[in-house]
């Protein structure tokens, strides 16, 4: 079956430091990927998104690149802010047998910055 | 703002109470997603509907029934919960079909406290 697999958090870092969240993924077809982000008390929004191998999705200063053959779709941003403190999910969609498809999430990653 | 409507945004109930939580998208989305989310954790499929149709039913108790009215609406009936239901519950809609690449779009949830 798939799977996505994140680096372990809480994550903290000092306000314009670089940020790097690990996802990797197992699938057997040819999935989309995507990040999102939770900040709380709110659902969940979408960051990015790559729907193939070498597709770099970028927002808001995030970007992350479709690797296959890593299987791999790290986050990563230049300089963060303390607004971006949140929860961080990596997630794939593959072909499900109805015609709505399903999402695969990771774990989730916790991120703290400190002014 | 989010373009996924969620009602209530908060929700009490004691375990012999029927209760409705409820979901509306205009973004002219045909698949639609009941998901549960505890602290710390990713979110949890129960339900999807596409075309109006329930499509995937991951093994949820049946104290939890969804229902889709219409293209635009999700409800998700809740009767004689356990306090282990307490978590918050997302809805999501996406444009369905076959197209993998489209991100399903996350409402804030509702946070459900069983007492």
């Known amino acids: 079956g798939n799977s996505v697999t994140q680096m372990e958090g809480p994550v903290t870092l000092s306000e314009e430091a670089f940020l790097t969240i690990n996802c990797t993924y197992t699938?057997?077809?040819?999935?989309?990927l995507f990040w999102y982000v939770q900040y709380p008390g709110e659902g969940l929004q979408l960051l990015l998104k790559?729907?193939?191998?070498?597709d770099k999705g970028s927002n808001k200063g995030f970007e992350a690149t479709y690797r296959k053959e890593t299987t791999s779709f790290h986050l990563e941003k230049g300089s963060v802010q303390v607004s971006d403190s949140a929860v961080y999910f990596c997630?794939?969609?593959?072909?499900?047998?109805?015609?709505?498809?399903?999402?695969?999430f990771g774990s989730g990653t916790q991120l703290t910055v400190l002014p | 703002d989010t373009e996924v409507t969620q009602t209530p945004k908060h929700l009490v109930m004691g375990m012999t109470n029927k209760k409705s939580l409820k979901c509306e998208q205009h973004m002219g989305h045909r698949a639609m997603y009941w998901y549960k989310q505890k602290a710390k954790k990713p979110p949890e499929l129960m339900f999807v509907?596409?075309?109006?149709?329930?499509?995937i039913n991951e093994s949820v108790p049946s104290r939890f029934s969804p229902e889709c009215p219409n293209s635009s609406l999700l409800n998700l009936h809740l009767h004689a919960l356990q306090p282990e239901d307490s978590a918050l519950y997302l809805c999501?809609?996406?444009?369905?079909?076959?197209?993998?690449?489209?991100?399903?779009?996350f409402g804030d949830g509702t946070r459900l406290s069983i007492l």
């Open positions: 790559a729907t193939k191998a070498d």
């Open positions: 997630a794939l969609s593959d072909q499900s047998s109805g015609s709505a498809r399903q999402l695969t």
């Open positions: 999501a809609s996406s444009q369905g079909g076959t197209v993998s690449n489209q991100p399903q779009h």
């Open positions: 509907y596409s075309y109006e149709k329930l499509s």
């Open positions: 699938a057997t077809g040819y999935p989309s």
